[in-house]
């Protein structure tokens, strides 16, 4: 009998750490399914694209049938997708909320949802999440209480998820981020956001990659949250 090809679903994979991921799976010998809004058709043969917001839950939904339907299995979905919006928290609009919950909160929950019903069929089956290291140690300066109210919550139910599946084969685990180098910070902000880690630099996407890829292979290790944040989450 020839060996079981495992396959990942990474969320918010068009760039940064989610296109780093889709790589480092497919490295790994993984067949790869990957989701972004707008996310192109892949030409390589082990990766499919799904385009489309992961906070929908008929997109969620999708996700996770077409990695069924293309490769025949779910090993591992990584819960990558995320938004911050830096404002003062009287700020914050309706429609901020909306939107990070929308991203933060219903992109985890509809995808895990359907990723834990197809490792409950295979007995097997891994949930990583992406959350960050503000959940625990706030920054003066950083306002961020809708990502620490969205991803906070990714972060408890983690473990709550660690636990309720804990005799059925299926291990959850998050990744708790400083701030890393992706896209979504202009090069001229990265001294000050290096200055906000003891180890005095920015994390690098291969950081996360390489605690992503601990985690998918520590079997022992389940309900755990990773801090790959420089010493932040430590003290100063």
Known sequence: ???????????????????????AFLAQGYRVVANSRAIPPSDHPDVHAVPGNIGDPEVAERVIGKAVERFGRVDTLVNN????????????????????LNVNLHGFF???QAAVR???????????????????????????VLTSLTKGGVTSATKSLAIEYATRGIRANAISPGVIQTPMHERSEWGALAG???????????DI????????NAQFV??????????????H
């Open 222 to 235: 389940t309900g755990e949250i990773l801090h790959v944040d420089g010493g932040q989450s430590a003290g």
């Open 110 to 112: 509809y995808v895990t």
């Open 118 to 144: 197809q490792m409950l069929t295979q007995g097997t089956g891994h949930i990583i999440s992406i959350t960050t290291t503000l959940v625990e140690h706030a920054v003066d300066g950083i306002p961020s």
């Open 1 to 23: 009998m020839s060996p079981v090809v495992k396959v990942a679903v990474v969320t918010g994979a068009s760039q940064g750490i989610g296109a780093g991921l889709v790589s």
């Open 81 to 100: 997708a995320g938004i911050f919006i830096p404002k003062p928290f009287v700020d914050y609009t309706a429609l901020d909320y909306a939107n990070v």
């Open 196 to 206: 906000l880690h003891p180890v005095h630099r920015m994390g690098e996407i291969k």
């Open 209 to 216: 990659v390489d605690a992503v890829l601990y985690l998918e």
